[in-house]
Every structure is written in structure tokens, then in C-alpha cells.
């Protein structure tokens, strides 16, 4: 099976170039020329549109930062579902169900299958290969790419058939995961004015109730080090708040907690640039306090 890949971005790349690792057959495409050329140098086929590596490609995964770029590539005018060889088209990234329900409606319309496979694990994950995938849409597509799948994750879980269901399990992953760093930052912000030593909260939180991805991976490597750059851009972090706003409110399910993560890094955006990191959410919290934590490592 000959795969293609469109998006070499912060996600894209690293799992592309894990998919050659693993010797699967790639033909990519990117605007990025600097991706592309790596990903040739390690025996991938290069092509100019999402059209032509349909052309070319059985299956074509793509792993974009927005919506409007998720629809041109599956269903624009050069998009996956003019190809002539490809049978399915898979969205890794974050879209919301809406846009699965649509893009599987059309892509049907032409022959063509649909499977959703959003990611989770950040940069970092993708590049060690440790990312966790949730699937949905049609089996069969999945059953053919479960292999490659696991090439480029730890976990690999096939939901269901609905068109969808992983977009609304990964926007539930993700509010989750932007309330643990904003709860753990808080908290910490508080622990820093009391004097307490960071390195030693982040210890004592990670042998005791309080663990999280943010105390075991975000905080110690990213804020600590004052370098903020886990590599998660808040304009991809707006977009994904956005989406569970969306999916919240399509469901009728109680928004919360997750309204004021959504206004704390909309705050966070507003003052430090939508191109900045996800963990610079730290420097409002501690101009909201008046204080900042300790660089310690």
C-alpha cells in the first residue's frame, strides 16, 4: 500500500518521517520546501498538490492547522477527492465532528471512504512515535492502515463507524488537558508567592494526587527551563477551544470549567501573540499574581 502524506508541519513532519522509518511506501506534500526535501531524502515521492498525491497514493492522511486548509486539501478544487487512485482520505488533525460528518458525505458521493484519526501527544510525542490515535469512520480503511497507524503511536484506538466520534473524543481530551496546565500553573503561581521551591512542588505533585501530563512533561521541561517551547502554538490552542465550545454547545453539555480555561488563554493570547506557546499561559498567571516562578533548570 503506497501512503501519502499532506501537512509537514510541527506534527506532520516528525510522523511522516517515522512512517519512512518504518519503510512504508510515501508520497508527501507540503508548501514548506525545507520539509519536503527531508522527507525526499528518506525515499518519499514528492508532490505538488493533495490532488496529485491522490493521484499517486492509496491512502491519503493529512494532519492540517485549520479548517479551512482541512477542506481544501480533502474537498477543494485540488483536493484528495479529485485523485484518481486514492480510496479513502484520513484527517489526523483536530477538526470537529461537523466537519467529519460533511467530508465523509462528499468524499462518499465520489467513492471515496473517510476515517478520522486525531492525534494527541504533542510535538514531542510525535516525534518519538508515542502518540495516541482515536479513530472513527469506516472500518475498512482503518483495518488496512492499523499497521502504519501503530508505526507512528503508543495507542491506537478504533471508536466506532460514526463519522465524528474521535473529533468529539479528542476535543474531550484536549479541555482536559488545557485544564490540568491551567489548574497546575495556578496552583504552582500560588506555591512560587509562598516561597515554595518549584522543583520540589513539582515532586511532591507527581508523587501524590495532583499528577498530571502538565506536572510530568509541560511544567518541568518547558516553564521551569523559562524556554516555553513544548511546542504547542496558541493559535492551534484557540482553534481547539473553539471546537469544544462548538461541540459543547451542539451537545447541550455544561461548559464551565472549560469557558474559563477557554478566557485564560485567550487572555494569555492577548498578551504575549497567537504565535507564541501554549506554556506562556505561566506569565499570565504570574502577572496576575505578581510573581514569577523560579527558573530552575
Request: charged share 25%.
Amino acid at each position: 500500500m503506497r501512503i501519502g502524506y499532506v501537512g509537514l508541519g510541527a506534527m506532520g513532519r516528525p510522523m511522516a518521517i517515522n512512517l519512512a522509518k518504518a519503510r512504508h511506501d510515501l508520497v508527501v506534500c507540503d508548501p514548506d520546501e525545507t520539509a519536503t526535501r527531508i522527507l525526499a531524502q528518506r525515499g518519499a515521492q514528492v508532490a505538488k498538490s493533495a490532488r496529485e498525491v491522490a493521484d499517486e497514493a492509496d491512502i491519503v492522511l493529512a494532519c492540517l492547522p485549520n479548517l479551512t486548509s482541512a477542506e481544501a486539501v480533502g474537498i477543494g478544487a485540488d483536493g484528495v477527492i479529485h485523485g484518481s487512485r486514492a480510496s479513502a482520505f484520513v484527517n489526523m488533525g483536530t477538526t470537529g465532528s461537523a466537519y467529519s460528518r460533511d467530508m465523509a458525505e462528499k468524499l462518499a458521493a465520489e467513492g471515496k471512504a473517510f476515517l478520522d484519526a486525531p492525534i494527541s501527544g504533542g510535538p514531542p510525542g510525535a516525534e518519538a512515535a508515542t502518540l495516541g490515535i482515536m479513530c472513527s469512520g469506516d472500518r475498512k480503511t482503518f483495518d488496512a492502515l492499523e499497521t502504519a497507524l501503530n508505526d507512528i503511536a503508543a495507542k491506537v484506538v478504533y471508536i466506532d463507524e460514526r463519522p465524528g466520534s474521535a473529533q468529539t473524543m479528542k476535543l474531550v481530551n484536549n479541555i482536559i488537558s488545557f485544564g490540568n496546565l491551567s489548574v497546575a500553573l495556578e496552583a504552582m503561581t500560588l506555591g512560587a508567592k509562598a516561597g515554595l521551591d518549584p522543583e520540589q512542588m513539582i515532586e511532591v505533585i507527581n508523587a501524590s494526587s495532583g499528577k498530571n501530563s502538565a506536572t510530568e512533561r509541560k511544567i518541568p521541561n518547558h516553564v521551569l527551563t523559562r524556554s516555553f517551547d513544548y511546542g504547542g502554538a496558541m493559535y492551534i490552542i484557540e482553534k481547539d477551544l473553539d471546537l469544544w465550545r462548538r461541540e459543547a454547545e451542539a451537545y447541550e453539555a455544561p461548559m464551565w470549567l472549560g469557558t474559563n480555561i477557554r478566557t485564560l488563554f485567550l487572555q494569555a493570547m492577548n498578551e504575549f501573540g497567537r504565535d507564541k506557546d501554549m506554556t506562556v499561559l505561566a506569565k499570565t498567571l504570574e502577572n496576575l499574581a505578581g510573581v514569577e516562578i523560579p527558573k530552575t533548570r
